[in-house]
Structure formats: C-alpha cells, structure tokens
C-alpha cells in the first residue's frame, strides 16, 4: 500500500484498523496538560521563519491572497485553480473565538517573501451525540516552487501543536487525496448556468449530438424565483433560522453544533462571499425553509478571453415545507441571476435528491473527509455527513 510515512505516525484511524471491532469509537488519544504541550514551534528548514498572518492587516491579508491565487488548489488537468477572494478568507478565518496564532504563514527569512500558509478555526462539531470541540483545518498550501520539501509535515504539527495549546484535541480537515483514513468520499457535482462559456474554457464539454442553441436552452432557467415568501436573510432571521437549521442538522451522524453567533456568522448574507435565502410562509410568517450558497471564484489558467470561472457552492440548504428541487431550483434561478457560471454542490446531506432532477452532472474527482484524533467504527455514507467545509 501507499506509504503514509507522515500519517503512520499520527492519532488518525489507520488503514491496518479498518474493521477492527476491538477499537472504540471516540478519541484516539487521551488530553494531556497544556502545560505538557511543546512550548515551542517546531523547526523549519534553515532559511525559513514562522509567522503569523493578521487577515485584519490588508498587507498581509493581501499576501495570502496572493501565495493561494498563484499556489493553491487545481484540478486534475491544471485548468483552473481556485480563486478565494481576500473579503472570503476574513470570512472563512474569522469567525467566532478564532484564534490569530492559527493563521500560520511560513516566511522565507532574507527575503520575507511568504511561501506558505495553514489554517485551523475553533468549531463545535457533533458526532453522533457527542459535540466535539474541533479545529477545522483549511488553506495548507506550499509555494510551487517549495514542493516536495517535505513542508506540509511540519506545518501541520505546528498547527496541531497550537491547537493543542488551546486545549482542542481533535480536528476535521478535507483534502482531494486518499490519507489514512476517509470517514466518507464525497462527490462533487456541476450545475451549468452559463454553458457556452463553460464549454468555451473546457470545463464542459458539447453532449453528443446536441448543438450549442440545444445545450443553451437545456440550461435554461426562469427569470425569477418562483416559491411565495422567498427572500434574503436577514439579522432579525438568526433565531429562527438556528432554530431551522439546529433541528435539521440532527439528522446527520457528523455535523455543526451552530448556535445563533455562529449562524450570524457563517450565514448571514455577505455580498460576493455568502448568499443565504429562505421562505418567510406568507401565511404564517413562519420561517419553514433557508437555502444558502458560497462565492468562489476559479482562475482560468492560460485562456485567451476569459480569466476567471464565478461558481457557487452549494452551503446548508433546510426543508420543512418547500420540496427540496423546488428550493435548490430557486437557489439556481439567483445564482443565474448574479451572473454564477456554475453551482457546485457535493452529494453530503440530501443534496443526492436534486442534483440529477435539476441537471447537475458529476464532477472530476472526490473530496475525502478526515477526522484527526477520533475514531468512527464504520464509514459513512455522504448523505450521512452534515458538514461543508470552505
Ligand atoms: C474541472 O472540474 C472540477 C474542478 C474543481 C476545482 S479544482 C480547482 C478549481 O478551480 N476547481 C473548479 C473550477 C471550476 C469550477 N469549480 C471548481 C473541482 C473541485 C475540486 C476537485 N478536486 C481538486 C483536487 N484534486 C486532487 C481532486 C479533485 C471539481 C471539478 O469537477
């Protein structure tokens, strides 16, 4: 098998245990004092430096944009890389009780230059009926130019060892790879809005025997939304909707324990970041139902006549009283209208019962979710899994 010199040596589930029924499910490894914690930072090789990336400073909020717009995430023909916006990694790294020092930059000593980033930010997340404090991991990238230099390793003890120095033993991360050990496989799925420019920079490509007209009118969506009460959320929503989405996440083995900051946090509408819509039953004013998506946008490497791919991601969708198509395909109808290419959307929670009704075609390749330091006996299935990680 596949040596995972790195992983062999770390509390995550290990291929050679899959199976095994002697093991508990829980935490691999028991806390230990944070005053037995290493103090200090591990060591990097000779000519780099740790720093920490204050996202509040613009200089540095701008360095980081910069190292992951040219540096980070690509698919697997090189065609695109993904494009977070500066306005999205405040959001995505600051919410509630973050933590700054886990904002770790790698800096080259002489030059200053930063050549790599990791992140971790605080979150409750439940597994099973146990809520779990974790640290969501998220944005490791190292500078093209330093691959293979064995910087991931440590980059990812440092965090672990300032996570661990806040008393938070345990972490969810995702990555595109196999590591030891999945706790699911997902699969990401496309939504085509803009099919000519999709097709133009080779992201679709034309079905057999359909003419681009047929494919644009296959495509097509109405101008407007068409679900009664369907609007924007609003600040005064963030009870209701935590109350919403509380109830509905309960259903899944793994997912977020939001309370009302966190929701106002991560769901409250911010322009080009987060969209968040819901039914406000024109009836009863109820709140019965919320969808909501996430903008990131995706460089297109080395095309003549467009330079960037504007897609949504498909975030936390609840139905109470809408039937879910009837939502997504009003979460569509706004996303065209906002001028998206495409939405993405993962088959986690529900979202299997929309995605082919509403023309979704699968995506190249999987996104493995990870837990560090806590065992599940078994796998789960997608629809299992009540987390979307940025
Ligand atoms: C091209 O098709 C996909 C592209 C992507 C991503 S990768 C960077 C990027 O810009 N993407 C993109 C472009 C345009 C629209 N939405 C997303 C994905 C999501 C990530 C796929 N992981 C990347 C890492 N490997 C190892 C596994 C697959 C899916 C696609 O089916």
Redesign the pocket.
Known sequence: AKKHKFWETQPVGQFKDIGNLSLQEGPIEPPTPTSEVKQEPYNLPGPYEWTVCDMDSDETCNEVYNLLTTNY?????N????NYSKEFLRWALRPPGYYKSWHIGVRVKTSKKLVAFITGVPARIRVRNEVVKMAEINFLCVHKKLRSKRLAPVMIKEITRRVHLENIWHAAYTA??VLPTPITTCQ?W?RSLNPKKLIDVG?SRLGARMTMSRTIKLYKLPDSTVTPGFRKMELRDVPAVTRLLRNYLSQFVVAPDFDEHDVEHWLLPTENVVDSYLVDSPVTHEVTDFCSFYTLP??ILGHQNYST?K?AYSYYNVTTKTPLLQLMNDALIIAKQKDYD?F?ALDVMQNESFLKELKFGP?????HYYLYNYRLQNGLKPMELGLVLL
């Open positions: 995430v690509e698919d697997d023909e065609m695109f890389r993904f595109g790879v990401y496309h992201f995706s460089s791919l897609a495409v993405n995506g190249d390749g999987q996104l």
